[in-house]
C-alpha cells in the first residue's frame, strides 16, 4: 500500500520504520529537525502533509492536540485515503469523524505501547511487536477502511481488538491516566523518603517510571478526557483510602483479601 | 570467614550463593524442600539451627515474623559471632537487641534487592550487585561487628548506607509500603478497565508489579510499621487528590508543576 505518516516522534516514527519494511512509505512532520532525522534513518519525506495524498492511508501519530487539525487538512483532499491515527483518547477523533466531510474515511487507533521516551531518536520498528492495537470504527468508516486500518496494525507486529471511542476512553483512564497520576504521588510522597531514597530498589523505581512522562503529554493524557481520568483517579484513592483504614485498625483480613484481589487482577494480564 | 545463613528463600538463598564463594558457608531453613534445593545447588546444609555457630557471622534472613525468635535462639550461644538479619522493618531488631544478653552483637540489615518471587528456586548471587545494603547498628552493634556486617554487604557486591532504625523505617514505608498499597489499589481499579484490561500496556504492568507480591510479605509490610505505613500512603492519597482536584477545576498549570516535581524527584535516583 502507498502509505502516509504525519508525526515522526516516537510513535509515528516507529510505525513508520516499520511499515517501510512492506510499504511504499512518506513521512511528513512540521518539525525541520525530525524531518532531517528520519530522512537520515532512511525514510522519504515530503515537506507538505498535503503532498502525503493521495494514498491508501495516511496515519497520523501527532500530539494530541494537533489530530483533528492534520485530520481536517488531510480530509479535504485525502479522496478515499484512510485516515488512521494514533492518539490516545479517541471520543475527540469519534467526535470529529461525525462532522467530517461525506465520502472522507477516518478510523481511530491506539497502539499501547509508549515508553516514556519521546522523539525520532527513541523509534524502534519493533515498538508494537506482540502489543494490543487498538481500533474505534467511527461514522467515517467503512468495512473497507478497517481492513485497511487492520492490515497496518498487524503489519507493525501488533495484534487488534476494535472498541467503541466511550469503551476506549474510560479504559484508558484507568490503564494509563490514573496509573500516571499514581506515579506522580508516589514519587512526591517518595522525596520525604531522604536521605535514603538513592536506596529505592527496584519496585519504587518501577512503580514510579511513568512520572518521567514528558510534562506536555502528561498533562494530555489527564485533561484529554479530564471526567475519566478524575474518576480513575478517585478509585484509586478509594482503594488506598481502604487499605490505609485496615492497617490503622490492624485488620490483616480486610488487607489480605484486598491484595488477592488485586493480584487476581494481575493474573488476567497476558 | 565462617558465616551461616538462616533462611534459605530468595534473600537467604541469593546471599548463600553469593558469599560460598569466597567464605566458608553453611545454610539452614525450617523447611526440609528449602534444606534440600540448598543442598542440591551445594550449599552445605546443618538440620538445627544451633549448629550454625560458633562462627564469624550468621545472617537471619527468615520472615520478618521469625527474625526475633531466630535471634533469640542463635543468641543464647553466639558466642561473639555477629548476628546479621535481612528484614525490611528495623526497629524491632533494634528492640530486641537492646534487651539482648550481654555480649550479644546484633546488626539490623536490609539489602535493597527485592523481587516479587520468593523461595530458593528464585535465588540469584547477583541480586544484591550495584544494590544499596542498609545496615543499622543497634545496642548490641560494637566496631568490629559493623565492619563484620559491612564486609558481608560488600562482598554481595551492594553498597553499604548506614541508618538508625526510625529513619530507616520511615523511609521505607515511603519506598516499600507505600508502592505497595498503590499497586494493589491501580490493579483494583484498573479491573474497570474490563474489557479492555488484556490490552494494557507496559506501563500499567510496571505499575502494579508489587500488586504480585506474595500476600504473607505484602501483609508484612503493610502492618510491620503500621503507623509509617498508614502515613506514607496518607501521602499518596494527598497527592493523588491535589491531582483529581486540579483535573476537575481544568488547572493545567497546577497539574504541570506537579508532575515537574515528581520528575525531579525520579532525577535523584542513581
Redesign the interface.
Same mark, same amino acid.
Given at each position: 500500500m502507498k502509505i502516509g505518516v504525519v508525526g515522526l516522534g516516537l510513535i509515528g516514527g516507529s510505525l513508520a520504520l516499520a511499515l517501510r519494511e512492506t510499504h511504499d512509505l512518506t513521512g511528513y512532520d512540521t518539525d525541520e529537525r525530525a524531518r532531517a532525522a528520519a530522512k537520515a534513518d532512511g525514510i522519504r519525506i515530503v515537506t507538505r502533509i498535503d503532498d502525503l495524498v493521495p494514498a491508501d492511508a495516511v496515519v497520523v501519530a501527532t500530539p494530541i492536540s494537533a489530530i483533528v487539525p492534520a485530520l481536517e487538512q488531510l480530509a479535504a483532499r485525502s479522496n478515499g485515503a484512510v485516515l488512521l491515527d494514533t492518539g490516545s483518547l479517541k471520543r475527540t477523533v469519534a467526535d470529529y469523524a461525525a462532522r467530517a466531510p461525506a465520502g472522507t474515511r477516518i478510523v481511530g487507533g491506539h497502539p499501547?505501547?509508549?515508553?516514556t521516551s519521546a522523539g525520532f531518536s527513541a523509534a524502534d520498528p519493533g515498538l508494537f511487536r506482540g502489543?494490543?492495537f %487498538?481500533l474505534v470504527p467511527t461514522a467515517r468508516s467503512d468495512d473497507a477502511a478497517m481492513s485497511v486500518a487492520g492490515t497496518i496494525a498487524r503489519d507493525v507486529g501488533a495484534s487488534v481488538?476494535v472498541?467503541s471511542a466511550d469503551?476506549?476512553d474510560?479504559?484508558?483512564a484507568?490503564?494509563?491516566a490514573?496509573? %500516571?497520576?499514581?506515579?506522580?504521588?508516589?514519587?512526591?510522597?517518595?522525596?520525604?523518603? =531522604?536521605?535514603?531514597?538513592?536506596?529505592?530498589?527496584?519496585?519504587?523505581?518501577?512503580?514510579?517510571?511513568?512520572?518521567?512522562?514528558p510534562?506536555d503529554l502528561?498533562?494530555e493524557l489527564?485533561?484529554g478526557s479530564?471526567t475519566d481520568?478524575?474518576a480513575?483517579?478517585?478509585?484509586?484513592? =478509594?482503594? %488506598?483510602?481502604q487499605?490505609?483504614d485496615a492497617?490503622?485498625r490492624?485488620d490483616?483480613d480486610y488487607?489480605?483479601s484486598? %491484595?488477592?484481589?488485586?493480584?487476581s487482577?494481575?493474573s488476567?494480564?497476558?
Amino acid at each position: 500500500m502507498k502509505i502516509g505518516v504525519v508525526g515522526l516522534g516516537l510513535i509515528g516514527g516507529s510505525l513508520a520504520l516499520a511499515l517501510r519494511e512492506t510499504h511504499d512509505l512518506t513521512g511528513y512532520d512540521t518539525d525541520e529537525r525530525a524531518r532531517a532525522a528520519a530522512k537520515a534513518d532512511g525514510i522519504r519525506i515530503v515537506t507538505r502533509i498535503d503532498d502525503l495524498v493521495p494514498a491508501d492511508a495516511v496515519v497520523v501519530a501527532t500530539p494530541i492536540s494537533a489530530i483533528v487539525p492534520a485530520l481536517e487538512q488531510l480530509a479535504a483532499r485525502s479522496n478515499g485515503a484512510v485516515l488512521l491515527d494514533t492518539g490516545s483518547l479517541k471520543r475527540t477523533v469519534a467526535d470529529y469523524a461525525a462532522r467530517a466531510p461525506a465520502g472522507t474515511r477516518i478510523v481511530g487507533g491506539h497502539p499501547m505501547a509508549g515508553t516514556t521516551s519521546a522523539g525520532f531518536s527513541a523509534a524502534d520498528p519493533g515498538l508494537f511487536r506482540g502489543r494490543t492495537f %487498538l481500533l474505534v470504527p467511527t461514522a467515517r468508516s467503512d468495512d473497507a477502511a478497517m481492513s485497511v486500518a487492520g492490515t497496518i496494525a498487524r503489519d507493525v507486529g501488533a495484534s487488534v481488538t476494535v472498541c467503541s471511542a466511550d469503551v476506549h476512553d474510560r479504559a484508558m483512564a484507568r490503564l494509563v491516566a490514573g496509573p %500516571l497520576a499514581a506515579a506522580a504521588a508516589l514519587a512526591v510522597a517518595g522525596a520525604q523518603a =531522604e536521605p535514603l531514597l538513592g536506596a529505592a530498589g527496584p519496585g519504587f523505581r518501577d512503580s514510579t517510571r511513568l512520572a518521567d512522562t514528558p510534562a506536555d503529554l502528561a498533562t494530555e493524557l489527564l485533561f484529554g478526557s479530564g471526567t475519566d481520568a478524575a474518576a480513575a483517579i478517585g478509585s484509586i484513592i =478509594e482503594g %488506598l483510602t481502604q487499605l490505609r483504614d485496615a492497617v490503622e485498625r490492624g485488620d490483616r483480613d480486610y488487607a489480605r483479601s484486598f %491484595l488477592q484481589a488485586a493480584r487476581s487482577v494481575r493474573s488476567e494480564l497476558s
